[in-house]
């Protein structure tokens, strides 16, 4: 347990590291990973700023995941470069990743679901009072702290004491954001976080993704479904077999680009002449190979 009496990790990292808008928090250049033979991650550049969401799109085995895990501190990159405030780091710990500010909420959520909201907000850091060796929890701060983190995210809950796998899936994720944003995130790494949600409690989620984003963090939104990136995005990375396909700002791509790289459209544009000859398939819609070229940050780029 720890005291945490007077708020937020966030105020510490604040006061020293001051905020530069046009210095990215935290940054991979030409990053790759490597397990043994198997190159997971190769030649990935990427950009995170505060005050902006930058959503990193791909399918399944694109290499989303290895991505989290190195920034999140899981596992280390084994080539290129990563950097945080500007300076190369290497973490040997997700603590190492936390005390710098970056925060990773996973499908999961890491909540204990027969818990009242109240603990789980304050899991692992709770609030305590009184002297060694007799110390307690001090239960009403961390009721009253919850409460007012929440509301400021405009999150209302009528009892703080229900548990919070009572909740829906698009609440749950709206707390564990609260809660990382009140333990002094910097960077908020979301892991397809509307990924089993439907389409209202996605929207919920999408809104305080923004309301993290208001707060001058810079958020990683990772997930497959590009409408929903598109909503809040500021920047769209779309990872391809380990690579990145996609290295894009909002003006420089439309929805429907955006989708067609999501959903592989190159390989259909490829394929266009072959399948017009199936019978039943309409290739009409797709686009042409040549339609789909989109700005793809270099090294140099990244830099910059």
Same mark, same amino acid.
């Given at each position: 347990m720890t005291d945490n009496g007077t708020g937020t990790h966030g105020a510490v990292l604040q006061d020293?590291?001051?905020?530069?808008?046009?210095?990215? =928090?935290?940054?991979?250049?030409?990053?790759? @990973? &490597?397990?043994?033979?198997?190159?997971?991650?190769?030649?990935?550049?990427?950009?995170?700023?505060?005050?902006?969401?930058?959503?990193?799109?791909?399918?399944?085995? &694109?290499?989303?995941?290895?991505? =989290? @895990?190195i920034v999140s501190g899981l596992h280390q990159h084994t080539e290129g470069e990563f950097l945080v405030d500007g300076a190369p780091v290497r973490f040997s710990t997700p603590r190492d990743a936390l005390d710098k500010g970056i925060a990773t909420v996973y499908q999961d959520l890491a909540t204990v679901p027969l818990m009242p909201v109240w603990r789980n907000f304050f899991l692992g850091s709770e609030m305590t009072k009184g002297p060694w060796p007799v110390r307690r929890l001090d239960i009403e701060k961390m009721k009253k702290t919850a409460d007012e983190e929440l509301r400021n995210m405009g999150i209302v809950l009528d009892n703080l004491e229900q548990p919070i796998g009572t909740l829906?899936?698009?609440?749950?994720?709206?707390?564990?954001?609260?809660?990382?944003?009140?333990?002094?995130?910097?960077?908020l790494i979301l892991d397809e976080p509307t990924a089993a949600?439907?389409? @209202?409690?996605?929207?919920?989620?999408? @809104?305080?993704i923004a309301a993290a984003r208001d707060?001058?963090?810079?958020? =990683?939104? =990772?997930?497959?479904?590009?409408?929903? &990136?598109?909503?809040?995005?500021?920047?769209?990375?779309?990872?391809?077999?380990?690579?990145?396909e996609l290295s894009a700002e909002r003006s420089q791509i439309t929805l429907e680009e955006l989708t067609n790289h999501m959903a592989g459209g190159a390989e259909l544009a490829a394929l266009k002449h072959e399948l017009s000859q199936v019978r039943g398939v309409d290739v009409e819609e797709l686009p042409e190979e040549k339609d789909l070229t989109a700005p793809v940050a270099t090294a140099g780029e990244a830099a910059s």
């Open positions: 020293t590291v001051p905020e530069d808008e046009d210095r990215p =928090i935290v940054e991979l250049r030409n990053a790759g @990973k &490597a397990y043994g033979n198997i190159r997971a991650l190769h030649g990935v550049s990427l950009q995170v700023r505060p005050s902006q969401v930058t959503c990193v799109l791909g399918d399944n085995g &694109a290499g989303k995941s290895t991505l =989290i @895990k829906s899936g698009g609440q749950r994720q709206c707390v564990a954001i609260a809660r990382a944003v009140y333990f002094g995130a910097r960077v949600l439907g389409v @209202k409690q996605s929207g919920v989620v999408l @809104k305080y707060r001058g963090l810079g958020v =990683i939104f =990772i997930t497959h479904n590009p409408h929903h &990136a598109y909503m809040v995005g500021d920047h769209f990375s779309v990872l391809r077999l380990g690579t990145m």
